[in-house]
């Protein structure tokens, strides 16, 4: 499945350059009903979803991805007013959660009288991927990710990462907003190292739908591992990384 993480052009050189996403706590997201898609009229039940927001923060990270890079509005709105970059993610199906989009909260989940021991595993789960039907067009899938998990990597200032690898999160394009003013090949040689190819490239607003597509006018920039660029060029009889495009690609 390919997944798509969209950022300004700044992060989006410090995420290449240390090759890690943020996981993002709860109270970091943007939507103030992050785990409150469940009713809570009752006071008992805001008690419950008071300390269970606070302990899932403590415990959980997300990483928020889409499934296209196509929306004008999540360039708008993530993208940096499309001045920014999309990295484009090969993930396994089985780690990220599709979230669920809804017009009425939740009834059924903490019941008329709630306790903690409601909000089992499953519940916390339809908590954290349920979604006004407002916020539909993100298309949003999630990386729920426990801070102790031995894939998480935490850093100097006690943030988390999830680091890019051959597996959960693999790196296959780099996608320049309308706007970005970073070039193609700056960008391709910031990509560095890749276990599988890259594609850098430009996007435009299309000229007869309201999305977003690819600007043929500018080549897109191939970046391969070594592997693939070594044998090419032995191939060839020429060294490697002197091969047109991969050599652009850094």
């Not at 977003?212 to 006018?217: A, D, N, T």
Request: net charge positive.
């Amino acid at each position: 499945m390919r997944l798509y993480y969209l950022t300004s052009e700044h992060w989006a050189k410090v995420i290449l350059k240390e090759r890690r996403v943020k996981l993002s706590t709860i109270d970091e997201l943007n939507d103030p009903f992050e785990l409150l898609g469940a009713s809570i009229g009752e006071s008992k039940a805001r008690k419950v979803m008071k300390y269970a927001q606070m302990r899932l923060s403590e415990t959980f990270g997300l990483i928020c991805l889409s499934r296209t890079w196509q929306s004008p509005v999540m360039w708008a709105h993530y993208g940096d007013k499309h001045k920014g970059i999309c990295l484009g993610f090969d993930v396994v199906d089985a780690v990220p959660k599709e979230v669920r989009y809804t017009s009425d909260r939740l009834t059924h989940l903490l019941g008329e009288s709630p306790a903690l021991s409601d909000l089992n595993i499953n519940a916390i789960e339809e908590l954290m991927t349920t979604k006004y039907l407002d916020w539909s067009y993100e298309r949003e899938w999630r990386f729920i990710v426990n801070f102790k998990s031995e894939t998480v990597v935490k850093g100097a200032d006690g943030k988390h990462f999830l680091p890019f690898d051959d597996r959960v999160l693999v790196l296959r394009e780099v996608i320049l907003g309308h706007r970005c003013p970073w070039t193609l090949q700056a960008a391709a040689k910031s990509v560095g190292k890749v276990v599988k190819s890259v594609q850098v490239k430009k996007v435009r607003p299309s000229f007869n739908d309201f999305k977003m597509v690819q600007q043929r006018r500018e080549a897109v920039v191939h970046v391969k591992p070594v592997s693939q660029r070594r044998a090419k060029s032995e191939s060839n009889g020429r060294p490697a990384g002197l091969n047109g495009s991969e050599s652009r690609g850094g």
